[in-house]
């Protein structure tokens, strides 16, 4: 068996549970396309997390569900904030900017997370041609730097956005990893907050691939469905994305998933912080565990153990725990460090 290395919670495998649902739902011909009793379970779990007035569709991907999501909300003409860390801007090649056509402003944080008064200065030039209209602010849920906004800092974002005519977009792909951290349910940190639209993730809580896109309010929605296929996001054989939803929220494994994927975090990010040279940059607050340590050891750390280079500028690095991380793998991992970062 390979190793299993802390480099992304998209490196690990397919949950056990979810690979015995797809193999229960190969049996026979069904309606392609979503018009399948699996696909309609699936979607009744959706509303029964996150409230029965919403509308949901399945896509292959994080990014397709990003970028369909903001250009079923958007026009080319429009802006969209987001953090200088956020998914949409570093990890997408441009295709928000190709598919919407907006402009991305991006705002430079300490944490990942947007505030208010980051955005309140940049809203001029509201109603002149010249300028890009703001139109979206979208944030990470878990942020690319591994912190949680609150239940308050997202209905404060929501709130403000509403107030200023815009939309409050979230990238869900870790939302599970969220709802553990502030043990609240989907609900309560998405509709009951004032959200919009969100990407919500199943691949790194333990699916083999599928993301969801959700409204909050139907009419946002329009005409997703053609969006949708123009985007090349439309799985024909929808039932077997269907079936890994079904397997991860008709039950409590997305729960336990992340919450073992965080303890995992806390245990990692504990030990770490004990070698004297290394040092923890961001409060451990969902998977990942970001840290610098000397330059000079990464490389020989990287020869046993797959991880990142998060900013290479500090030697910063980033280690993500995911639903089968083990103990077994951080007591060696962190031997292994304590031998080599002397
Ligand atoms: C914050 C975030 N959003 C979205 C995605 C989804 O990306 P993909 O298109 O690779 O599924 C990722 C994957 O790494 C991510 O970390």
Same mark, same amino acid.
């Given at each position: ?11 690990a495998?397919?949950h056990?549970?979810?690979i ?8 026979g ?19 029964k ?45 441009g ?16 944490d990942?997370k ?7 200065p940049?809203?001029?030039?509201? %109603?002149v *041609?010249?300028?890009?209209? #703001?139109?979206?602010?979208?944030i990470?849920? &878990?942020?690319e730097? /591994?912190?949680?906004? =609150? ?10 956005a ?28 998405t509709?009951?907050?004032g ?68 303890q995992?975090?806390?245990?990692? %990010?504990? *030990?770490?912080?004990?070698? #004297? ?6 409060? &451990?607050?969902?998977? /990942?565990?970001?840290? =610098? ?11 046993k ?20 991380t ?17």
């Amino acid at each position: 068996m390979s190793k299993r290395s802390f480099a992304s919670d998209n490196n690990a495998g397919v949950h056990p549970e979810v690979i015995e649902a797809i193999r229960n739902t190969n049996d026979g011909h069904v309606i392609a396309y979503g018009n399948d009793p699996i696909t309609a379970r699936a979607m009744e779990l959706f509303q029964k997390h996150f409230g029965s007035d919403i509308a949901v569709y399945f896509v292959f991907g994080g990014t397709g569900a990003n970028v369909l999501g903001l250009k079923a909300i958007t026009q080319s003409h429009h802006a969209i904030f987001c953090a200088d860390t956020a998914h949409v801007h570093v990890d997408e090649c441009g295709a928000p900017e190709k598919f919407t056509g907006c402009k991305l402003i991006t705002i430079a944080t300490p944490d990942g997370k947007l505030r208010v008064e980051q955005i309140k200065p940049l809203l001029h030039g509201i %109603g002149v *041609e010249h300028h890009v209209q #703001p139109r979206v602010i979208s944030i990470s849920q &878990v942020t690319e730097m /591994g912190t949680v906004y =609150t239940r308050e800092e997202l209905k404060t974002l929501a709130d403000f956005a509403h107030d200023n005519g815009m939309l409050l977009h979230v990238d869900g792909a870790r939302l599970a990893n969220a709802a553990v951290a502030l043990n609240a349910t989907f609900k309560e940190i998405t509709a009951d907050v004032g959200v919009d639209v969100l990407s919500f993730g199943g691949t790194k809580n333990g699916m083999m691939y599928g993301e969801a896109v959700v409204f909050f309010d139907k009419s946002l929605a329009g005409d997703f469905k053609y969006i949708r296929k123009q985007g090349m996001q439309l799985p024909s054989k929808m039932r077997f994305i269907s079936a890994q939803f079904e397997a991860l929220l008709s039950g409590d494994l997305w729960r336990r998933g992340a919450t073992h994927a965080n303890q995992m975090a806390q245990v990692l %990010g504990s *030990e770490l912080a004990q070698v #004297p040279k290394i040092k923890l940059t961001q409060p &451990v607050e969902s998977n /990942g565990v970001f840290a =610098t340590l000397p330059k000079e050891y990464i490389p020989t750390l990287q020869e046993k153990y797959f991880f990142y280079v998060w900013d290479d500028a500090i030697s910063e690095v980033r280690l993500m725990a995911s639903f089968d991380t083990s103990e077994e793998d951080i007591r060696d991992f962190i031997d292994f460090v304590k031998q080599i970062v002397q």
